[in-house]
């Protein structure tokens, strides 16, 4: 029988990419198709050789078989996610991920996979992508033009399909199939750990045969997660817990105006209406934690009392203890990340920190929280009138947007749907940690200062691993807001550290 997925080895342009004084010269492989039954012409996949190990060298000790097989993915706010090539970053004008990934030695596989807004004949795979897909495929699979085929699980789904294609050639595909690294940003973060907790759970399976995967593992090696926005039902919870009492909201939103985009400060009070969920959901959140059996690195349970304080609290507090003593020694981030750094994020800035003889001694938790502000309404993610990029993740081919929480669900003030409590679970990579085939090296950066969500979900992400046996280097750079990929040298340094132990 024809293997309709098989890696076309021939199939490359030469190219060559020089920037920030660095050149490599790689083979482009470009929209190659991962899956037989693509939904969405998003559904491609760019892998990117350094030609120095197609020609038999080394790059960093890696030659063509042994080198790691960096994922990357563009995944933001639960949206399509296109392919993407190496190039300079557009903010920063320095090269980007996969050109540095390159530079260093991997073989780079970079996948366009669906979003929240993903339609059966959707043109936004064209925009910003730049490699020519022949859409009639995709036309002929789907007899219902302009369903939304992108919502709860597809994202993860066409990352299994990516990583199950890469084994199911792993004789001809360069690199090692069992060095496979993810790596993404905030809702791209979440899909990083998706990918690393839920391997070969069979959850999935019926989705992957749906759009035609290979039938191959789809467990990987390693996870690197910048600022996940995940545990999407105890998300609301937990923020509340930790900003329950602030009721000023601030977030810069891009606006469209006319031609232009432009930036835009949203601020305000939260209502009479959402000081009474962010109560209610506050008190929610000792007994989730509670309930996880967490414990500290001597062994001790870490908890909650009914009023949200102890030994948790302080675990979490500790982490901020840890980041902040890190920038007293390093200076990162107001030095090689000061760009990146909130504005009056410096150390000497901040009152609620007790710094003796160059040692941070303490951290005025409940101050810290006030100085970092709130972002977000209550709820945060599960929003009463489903007006949430989480609740659209939710939504269906037929429901705009649907609920998540019990909460909000009670709460509805559109008479929202409640998603599927096995969907909800299998876009929570928590709840697979240690049941499914979890990735063994797990890396997660989440800035001190990110408010997206709460420092509480990275915290208790890090914590179950850790607890499980699994290998975490897990910290909250200093002054850091929501972002990712800010220290790509230190990301290499692990990825060669767990690929060469
Ligand atoms: C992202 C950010 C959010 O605040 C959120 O709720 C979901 C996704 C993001 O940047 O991907």
Redesign the pocket.
């Known amino acids: 029988m024809e293997d309709n997925l098989r890696f076309d080895q021939s199939g490359y342009k030469m190219k060559r990419f020089e920037a920030g004084g660095q050149s490599v010269q790689f083979r482009a492989y470009e929209g190659i198709r991962y899956c037989l039954n693509p939904r969405n012409p998003i559904q491609r996949l760019n892998l990117y050789v350094p030609e120095t190990l197609c020609q038999g060298g080394a790059v960093n000790g890696y030659t063509l078989k042994t080198a790691p097989i960096f994922v990357p993915n563009t995944?933001?706010?639960?949206?399509p996610g296109p392919v993407d090539e190496p190039g300079v970053n557009l903010r920063t004008g320095e090269p980007n991920t996969i050109f540095q990934a390159l530079f260093h030695g991997y073989v780079v596989a970079a996948p366009g996979l669906r979003g929240r807004t993903s339609r059966m004949e959707s043109q936004e795979f064209f925009v910003g992508a730049k490699v020519d897909v022949d859409i009639e495929d995709v036309k002929e699979s789907g007899e219902n033009s302009g369903r939304m085929v992108g919502r709860a699980p597809a994202v993860i789904v066409d990352m299994k399909a990516v990583i199950r294609y890469l084994r199911h050639n792993k004789e001809q595909i360069p690199g090692d199939v069992e060095k496979i690294i993810t790596n993404g940003?905030?809702?791209?973060?979440?899909l990083s750990a998706l990918a690393g907790a839920t391997g070969n759970s069979p959850d999935y399976e019926p989705y992957l045969e749906e759009i035609g995967a290979a039938k191959e593992r789809d467990d990987i090696f390693a996870a690197s997660c910048y600022?996940p926005?995940h545990n999407l039902e105890n998300a609301d919870a937990a923020y509340e817990w930790l900003f329950s009492g602030e009721n000023r909201y601030q977030r810069m939103k891009l606006i469209r105006d006319g031609e232009e985009i432009r930036p835009f400060l949203e601020q305000g009070y939260l209502t009479e209406e959402e000081q009474t969920y962010s109560k209610a959901l506050k008190k929610q959140f000792p007994s989730y934690v509670n309930g996880l059996d967490l414990k500290d690195d001597r062994g001790n349970f870490l908890l909650l009392d009914d009023s949200g304080e102890g030994s948790f609290k302080e675990w979490v507090k500790e982490h901020v203890r840890k980041a902040a003593q890190k920038e007293l020694e390093t200076h990162d981030s107001c030095g090689r990340l000061e760009k990146l750094a909130v504005a009056g994020s410096r150390i000497e800035e901040q009152n609620y920190l007790t710094v003796r003889d160059g040692k941070v001694a303490d951290v005025d938790f409940d101050a810290f929280v006030k100085k970092i502000t709130r972002?977000?309404k209550a709820p945060?993610?599960d929003a009463v009138d489903l007006d949430?990029?989480?609740c659209e993740e939710f939504g269906t081919e037929e429901i705009y947007a649907r609920h998540f929480t019990k909460f909000a669900y009670e709460n509805s003030q559109v008479n929202g749907a409640f998603a599927e409590e096995k969907l909800i679970q299998m876009m929570n990579p928590v709840p697979y940690i240690g049941k499914a085939d979890t990735a063994k090296y797990w890396r997660i950066r989440h800035g001190a200062f990110d408010r997206?969500?709460s420092l509480a979900i990275p915290v208790i992400l890090a914590t179950i691993l850790k607890n499980k046996g699994y290998e975490v280097d897990f910290a909250l750079p200093w002054g850091l807001p929501?972002s990712g990929d800010y220290d790509l040298e230190e990301l290499f340094c692990w990825i060669d550290e767990v690929c060469k132990c």
């Open positions: 995944v933001g706010g639960y949206m940003t905030s809702a791209g973060g979440a600022c926005i972002m977000k945060a993610f949430s990029p989480e997206d969500t929501h």
